[in-house]
């Protein structure tokens, strides 16, 4: 045994008192409507119209979470419970007794099913003889957790809780041993150390201990324990409540705050629903066909949401993500980072959530460097240790910094805020002119080396000298200068900024582009003065071999996901760009379950590295708002199904940070609800299949949809414009499309406008011929445009309060295949569709499939599928096919085909 430990147990064991067995009795603040021992009457569970049900599932993580406390496990394992930034315990876990039955019965054993709801989880433990329904939920601003055991039992029934008390700062931030004491009047244990700063109560008065250890005996590494009773009668109309709380202002203010939670816990879960009520119902959500897809936007803002911590000692920001602490002080990445947040702040921004937005901008810039430069990463507990000083952490990245000027330009555009950036202006120039000077040899190219790593921080790609990930932002970044010095009315500045775009976007082309390989290289290396190792896994010494060459080479040329961030800002040229989304959809990068950073084709790739290989739903979602942003449906909605399936997935309505680059399972160490993973969930529905974008200070909209070929309709409501709100929506059918306009409001925050212009652009495939436009009855001139796969039908409409728009047109052809989630564990076998380009009488497809399978694409045309090579078809009805495409035998994983189904007008 250590001897920190047996420090530990010396000084718990005088603590652990022996009390009498008697019904608990009432203390001082005991809860109004109480009962005489202690239990709560039931009240109705409200919900705000969101859930999630399904048996329990062995090893799933869960989690319930508040703006300052969290619990933290997995299902039919142990919870640990914070109350930020302070661990309070880990190994929770319960256990029944019924009365006359010899056996204690493991909560674990009996866990039968989950609901999970935005404003609370509830797991069901189910046995012959009882039904026990324990209700977990964090109100929104307390630091604190309430259970509310809801239990009926054929026999008396006792409910054993056992917990390690812990008392742990979040990592680096250590603290002394802490103690625990048993409270007898408040039914309660204490968990405290030394100073008397931090301090955690857990209990309920409706406990009592058990963790009796006479103080003769030897220390023994016992968990702490109490059992709830209660009469069999009153648990018919009583709850038994269990409360844990913590803070960093000394027992008094946890012992008032586990009062506060007693005595208004119904108040308090009222406040939660109430909390997600408002925020499913007051900002944008969409209707369409897939349900899936509908219910994971809703989940994405509820898990966005979630990530908003109120740190006691620094202030609210957004965390980057949630996962168990286990053996450490880190529960995940559930610590405040710069590029997370910012990444995230465009999801907000998406759907209308300026004040997040703002929120997430502000705790920035609280700790921005003096020299501009937007922190990395900030512990928790960071206030109580010198956090900027003397640890690497903070100053670890260069891209929060571009991305900082990205996301107060995107808020702008869509929010009209200008007060705002009047009043961060400053800030914002602080990190134009930091990222300006990272480009030290006036190449155009911002730097890495000596200023912070970009999206790499490890493996076989690392350390790059100019990534082009970095390009992408800091050309979105120039134009967001330029677009907000205009505004401020700072021409030379703005001058600056365009011709430094200009500048960096010739040399993007000129360093990265591979023209014999037709995608764009990860980054530019400099000379190394070591060589370096490969990390151990999988093909150890073929990734050496590769990083070797790479050590003699000014170019890293390996094929990543990585482009698809200048792709998202559309700053490539375009015929480059359609030959790099080929990449991006290839099977070499894209599995079933989403984007693997590297391709499995390069010799540096490991399926189990952190960067050479495995899946983020993070690069999944650039990749499909690339994809969108250059008409590429096909490969954009491929993409943005991988993040949607994820959320019944793992942990229930959430998404996880990685998963596997080879099967589909998430890597044990990765942050099970990923905050960003949930933004990357949004940006591809609203920003790329719906074409949702606002400027020009909320005065204009862009709606340019990639519809899926078996998608009749769909409705987004509440998108918010500056002020103003509005819902559109469309429907499709025999030539006829038409798109409703309608403002819901008529102003708020003082910005009222009194018309906005909508910017159409439907896309219709390449064989459709757009007839007419017409707006509230009156023809409209209109321009088609294409772009990728696509062709768009361009105007514009100024809504004052409505406008009904009705297009005719010809139908055109195009394929969709139905998307499955892949089972745990499975390797990658769906088809790939990287083009569906109909033109010329004829349908070009490029495909992968995997070598001996064949596959069925649905077709919708209004012609007839003439014969044709490589492919059988079959006519489902007027206007639908089915074609069967197989692959080469012969082929031992993925294989490419291109197929020309040939077109022929239909007689009539």
């Not at 300052?68 to 007794?97: C, K, M, N, T």
């Not at 909560?107 to 709801?117: E, K, P």
């Not at 890597?667 to 990923?674: A, C, N, T, Y």
């Not at 109909?838 to 069925?856: C, F, N, S, W």
């Amino acid at each position: 045994m250590s001897r920190i430990r047996r420090r530990l147990l010396n000084a718990l064991c005088p603590l652990l008192l022996a009390f009498a067995a008697a019904p608990p009795r009432a203390w001082g603040q005991e809860p109004k409507a109480a009962s005489a021992n202690g239990l709560m009457p039931k009240f109705e569970l409200k919900t705000s119209g969101l859930r999630l049900e399904r048996r329990t599932r062995p090893g799933a993580f869960l989690d319930v979470l508040g703006r300052r406390s969290a619990v933290f496990g997995y299902e039919h394992r142990q919870l640990e419970a914070w109350a930020y930034p302070l661990q309070i315990f880990d190994q929770f876990e319960l256990s029944f007794r019924l009365e006359g039955y010899p056996l204690e019965l493991r909560g674990a054993d009996t866990a039968a099913s989950i609901d999970v709801r935005p404003e609370a989880t509830t797991i069901t433990y189910a046995h012959a003889a009882f039904t026990v329904r324990q209700t977990i939920f964090a109100p929104l601003d307390e630091p604190g957790v309430v259970m509310l055991f809801d239990a009926d039992s054929a026999l008396p029934l006792s409910i054993n809780a056992r917990f390690r008390p812990r008392l742990k700062l979040m990592w680096p931030a250590g603290l002394m041993t802490g103690s625990l004491s048993w409270d007898e009047e408040l039914r309660a244990y204490f968990v405290t150390e030394e100073t008397g700063r931090f301090a955690g109560v857990v209990g309920s008065p409706a406990a009592r201990d058990v963790s009796v250890m006479p103080y003769q005996e030897e220390p023994r590494d016992l968990p702490a324990q109490f059992r709830l009773e209660a009469p069999p009668p009153e648990l018919k109309t009583h709850f038994v409540p269990l409360v844990i709380a913590g803070g960093v202002r000394g027992r008094e203010d946890a012992r008032a705050t586990y009062a506060r939670l007693l005595d208004t816990a119904r108040e308090l879960y009222e406040r939660n629903v109430a909390h997600y009520r408002r925020l499913l119902e007051e900002t944008t959500e969409v209707s369409t066909p897939d349900a899936r897809v509908n219910e994971a936007l809703r989940w994405a803002k509820v898990g966005i949401d979630k990530g908003f911590v109120n740190n006691p000692l620094l202030g609210r920001g957004l965390v980057a993500g949630f996962r168990t602490a286990g053996e450490s002080e880190r529960p995940g990445f559930a610590w405040f980072f710069g590029r997370d947040a910012l990444w995230t702040a465009l999801a907000l921004n998406s759907y209308g959530d300026f004040a997040g937005t703002r929120a997430a901008l502000d705790f920035l810039r609280k700790f921005q460097r003096e020299d501009g430069k937007i922190p990395h990463e900030i512990s928790q507990s960071a206030a109580l240790i010198p956090w900027f000083k003397d640890y690497e952490y903070p100053w670890a990245s260069a891209d929060a910094t571009p991305l900082y000027i990205i996301a107060h330009a995107d808020h702008l555009r869509a929010s009209g805020d200008v007060e705002y950036l009047r009043a961060n202006w400053d800030s914002i120039l602080r990190a134009y002119r930091f990222t300006r000077a990272t480009d030290t040899d006036g190449n155009g190219l911002i730097e890495n080396t000596r200023f912070g790593h970009g999206w790499v921080e490890g493996g076989g790609l690392y350390p790059p000298h100019e990534e082009i990930y970095m390009q992408g932002l800091w050309l979105e970044a120039l134009g967001g200068v330029e677009e907000m010095a205009g505004l401020l009315k700072d021409g030379r500045l703005a001058g600056e900024a365009r011709a430094a775009a200009e500048r960096t976007s010739a040399a993007v082309e000129k360093t990265f582009w591979l023209a014999e390989r037709g995608f764009y290289a990860f980054a530019t290396s400099l000379a190394r003065d070591a060589p370096r190792k490969a990390d151990p896994g999988p093909n150890r010494e073929a990734r050496q071999r590769r990083m070797n060459e790479l050590d003699r080479s000014t170019l890293v040329d390996e094929d990543t996901v990585l482009p698809a961030v200048p792709l998202w800002f559309g700053v490539l040229e375009e015929g480059r760009a359609q030959s790099q989304i080929d990449h991006l959809g290839s099977a070499s990068l894209a599995t079933d379950w989403g984007a693997r950073l590297l391709s499995n084709e390069s010799r540096l790739y490991d399926p189990l590295s952190y960067h050479s290989g495995s899946v983020w739903p993070l690069f999944t979602g650039w990749a499909s708002v690339g994809a969108y942003r250059y008409g590429r449906p096909a490969v954009g909605l491929r993409a943005l199904m991988s993040n949607v399936l994820l959320r019944r997935q793992w942990a229930l309505g959430y998404v996880t940070e990685l998963l596997s680059g080879d099967f589909h399972a998430p890597f044990g160490r990765s942050s099970h609800h990923q905050v960003w993973s949930e933004a990357l969930t949004v940006a591809p529905l609203l920003r790329g299949l719906l074409g949702l974008e606002v400027s020009e200070l909320g005065r204009t909209v862009s709606f340019a949809p990639q519809l899926p070929a078996d998608w009749p309709r769909v409705e987004v409501r509440r998108v918010a414009a500056g002020g103003n709100t509005f819902d559109v929506s469309l429907t499709r059918g025999g030539g006829q499309m038409s798109i409703r306009l309608l403002q819901t409001n008529t102003g708020a925050g003082g910005r009222t406008q009194t018309s906005t212009t909508f910017a159409l652009s439907p896309a219709f495939p390449l064989d459709a011929r757009v007839r007419s436009v017409r707006v509230d009855g009156r023809a409209v001139d209109f321009v088609i445009e294409r772009r990728g796969d696509v062709q768009y039908a361009v105007f514009d409409v100024e809504v004052r309060r409505t406008a009904d728009v009705r297009i005719g047109y010809e139908e055109g052809s195009d394929v969709y295949v139905p998307f499955e989630p892949p089972a745990p564990g499975a390797r990658s076998e769906s088809l790939r569709v990287l083009r569906s380009t109909a033109e010329g009488g004829r349908l070009r497809l490029l495909l992968e499939g995997l070598g001996g399978r064949t596959y069925a694409l649905r077709l919708k045309t209004p012609r007839t599928v003439d014969a044709g090579e490589g492919f059988e078809a079959v006519r489902l009805g007027p206007d639908e096919y089915r074609l069967d495409v197989g692959f080469d035998p012969a082929a031992g994983g993925y294989a490419r085909r291109e197929i020309f189904v040939p077109l022929s007008e239909r007689t009539r």
